[in-house]
C-alpha cells in the first residue's frame, strides 16, 4: 500500500479505513466480522484507523483497541471528541449537543485512550466546531494533550477556512476530516485551498457516498429500519431515483474501466492530491479489499474530468445532510 503524509509528522496508507459503520449508525452488525476485517487491513497494508467517542457511543473505540492490540506499533489511530452524549441512549440519538470545552477535551482525551488501550492517540479530531467555545481555548487543551504525550497531532472535522486558520495559529493541525465525494465537493469552495497553504492534510470521510455511490443500494427499502441513511436527504424515496440515475452512469464508466464503481469513486477522491487519504467504511472482506485496491488505480486527466461531468452537482437531488446537521458543519 502506497502512503501518503498528514501534515509534518504522521505517514499513513493511502487509504485508511473508517470504523464506524462497524458500531454505528448503519445497523445491526456482526463483531467477530468486523474484528476479522480489521485484521485484514493490517494484512493489506492498511495504517490509518478512524473512530470516534460517540461511535456506539464509545464501543467503537474499545472494538478498535481490543483488534489492533497485537499491531500497535504498525498503525496510525485517529478518535474525535466534541459531542455532548446521553448515556441512556444509543446510536446518533445519544448526540445531544456539542461540548469541546476545555475540561471535556482533556476528559474524553482520557478515557479514549483507556477504551483504545494505548498510551498515545496518534490524531485526535475535534468532531465537529462548538460555536460556544472559542476555538483557541479548544485547541489550547488539545496542545496540552500533545506537550503531555498523550497525542501527537491534531485535526478538525467540517471546519470552516476561518475556523482552521485560528486553529492552526494556535497549534499546527495535521488533518482536516470532512465529507469530500464526487456528489459531496463543499471543500472545494476555500477549504482545500486554505489547508494546502497551511500544509494540513485532508481526510474525506464518505468518500463513495455513503455507499450510494457503490451503486449496491437499489431502493430505499435495501437500508435496515436503524440504518441512519434513511433519515438523510438524498436516500429518501423523493430524490433516490434521481440520484440512482446518475450513479448509474457512473457503473457505466466503471465497467469501461474494468473496475468497479466504488473503486472509481474512490480513484476520483484519490487523484485530487498526495495530501488526501479517504477513510471509507467497510465491514466485509470483499469491500475491503476492494477498497485497497482502488489505490492502484491510475487515471487520467481527462477520465477525472469525465467523472466530475458523470455527477453534476447540479443534479443531484437533495442534500447530504439533514438541516440541523448541516448547521454543524462549516463554521
Not at 96 to 117: F, M, Q, Y
Not at 170 to 194: F, K, M, N
Request: aromatic share 6%; with cysteine.
Amino acid at each position: 500500500m502506497k502512503t501518503r503524509k498528514l501534515g509534518n509528522d504522521l505517514t499513513v496508507s493511502a487509504v485508511g479505513l473508517g470504523c464506524m459503520g462497524m458500531s454505528f449508525a448503519y445497523g445491526a452488525s456482526d463483531e467477530n466480522e468486523a474484528i476479522k476485517t480489521l485484521h485484514r487491513a493490517v494484512e493489506l497494508g492498511i495504517t490509518f484507523f478512524d473512530t470516534a467517542e460517540v461511535y456506539g457511543p464509545y464501543t467503537n473505540e474499545q472494538l478498535l483497541g481490543r483488534a489492533l492490540k497485537p499491531v500497535r506499533d504498525r498503525f496510525v489511530i485517529a478518535t474525535k471528541f466534541g459531542f455532548k452524549l446521553d448515556s441512556e441512549k444509543s446510536g446518533p440519538a445519544a448526540m445531544t449537543g456539542l461540548d469541546s470545552r476545555p475540561e471535556n477535551v482533556k476528559r474524553v482525551a482520557e478515557a479514549s485512550l483507556k477504551r483504545l488501550g494505548v498510551e498515545t492517540i496518534d490524531l485526535f479530531y475535534q468532531h465537529r466546531v462548538d460555536p460556544d467555545v472559542p476555538i483557541e481555548d479548544t485547541v489550547g487543551a488539545m496542545a496540552e494533550l500533545v506537550r503531555e504525550g498523550k497525542v501527537r497531532a491534531l485535526g478538525l472535522s467540517e471546519a470552516g477556512s476561518a475556523t482552521i486558520r485560528r486553529a492552526h495559529a494556535v497549534h499546527p493541525i495535521a488533518a482536516l476530516q470532512s465529507e469530500y465525494s464526487l456528489w459531496s465537493r463543499d471543500p472545494e469552495d476555500g477549504v482545500l485551498d486554505t489547508c494546502r497553504e497551511l500544509g494540513i492534510g485532508f481526510v474525506p470521510y464518505s468518500p463513495l457516498g455513503r455507499g450510494f455511490l457503490t451503486g449496491s443500494i437499489k431502493k430505499p427499502e435495501d437500508l435496515g429500519v436503524d440504518d441512519f441513511r434513511r433519515q438523510l436527504p438524498r436516500f429518501q424515496s423523493g430524490n433516490f431515483d434521481a440520484n440512482a440515475a446518475l450513479v448509474a452512469k457512473l457503473e457505466t464508466l466503471a465497467e469501461e474501466k474494468g473496475v468497479t464503481a466504488a473503486q472509481l469513486a474512490l480513484a476520483w477522491v484519490l487523484h485530487q492530491g498526495d495530501d488526501v487519504v479517504p477513510i471509507p467504511g467497510a465491514r466485509k472482506f470483499h469491500h475491503l479489499e476492494q477498497n485497497a485496491a482502488a489505490a492502484d488505480i491510475a487515471l487520467s486527466a481527462s477520465e477525472l474530468a469525465e467523472l466530475s461531468d458523470a455527477i453534476p452537482l447540479d443534479q443531484i437531488a437533495g442534500k447530504r445532510y439533514t438541516e440541523a446537521s448541516l448547521a454543524m458543519t462549516n463554521l
